[in-house]
């Protein structure tokens, strides 16, 4: 929890009006939750609505819901050129790469790669991936003291190749909607490339904008 605005105001001698302004804008970032009678408090991706922060992809009908995972491959290894460019490493640089399909319902809807820088991530395995039970970036958070403030992301639509199409049991050349997302920590910093393939017969890309 932060301190009130009164202890804010005082601290930074600053109006009342002003820390509430400032504190609305964070709110507006999602980098603190105001939880009413309790107080202010720093945002954490172990929270429900934080799962789909980043998460798009929601159902037709139904109400939405996280996805089972089922993890590929888990790797450290060194950062090809373009990989190293999106991260701001120096290529070869170590990073940890992971894919895997993620099913809704227990039908797989989302083929993932990602790259996480492997001096930030050092220690994460497959083993400890499996076993975490909340969000992945509840993870990141919690165990590597790493929290994603933002992302910037790509769309476009692909035909499934045969890769995508046996891990999704679809037809190769099937429409998939892809996506190239890019995510930041403190100080602008990557910290993620994620790299996905959608099946979008029952789930539509939802986003808001303002």
Sequence with gaps: MIPSE???ANRFKVSQGTVRKAIDELAAENLVMRKQGKGT????HHEARAHFRFLKLLPD??????PESKFIEVKRMRAPADVARLLDLKSG???IFIKR???FDSVPTIVEEMWLPGVTFKGLTAE???EYKGPMYGLFESEFGTRMIRA???IR????DAGAAALLHIAQGTPLLASERVSFTYGDKPVELRRGQYLTERHHYHNELN
Excluded at 41 to 44: H, K, P, Q, R, S
């Design 157 to 160: 639509a692909v035909c499934a």
């Design 93 to 95: 640089d170590a990073v």
């Design 128 to 130: 400890r991936l499996v």
């Design 41 to 44: 408090f720093v945002a954490t």
């Design 152 to 154: 910037t992301e790509k």
């Design 6 to 8: 009164v202890e804010l």
């Design 61 to 66: 009908e139904g109400v939405p819901h996280y």
């Design 101 to 103: 399909v993620q099913s």
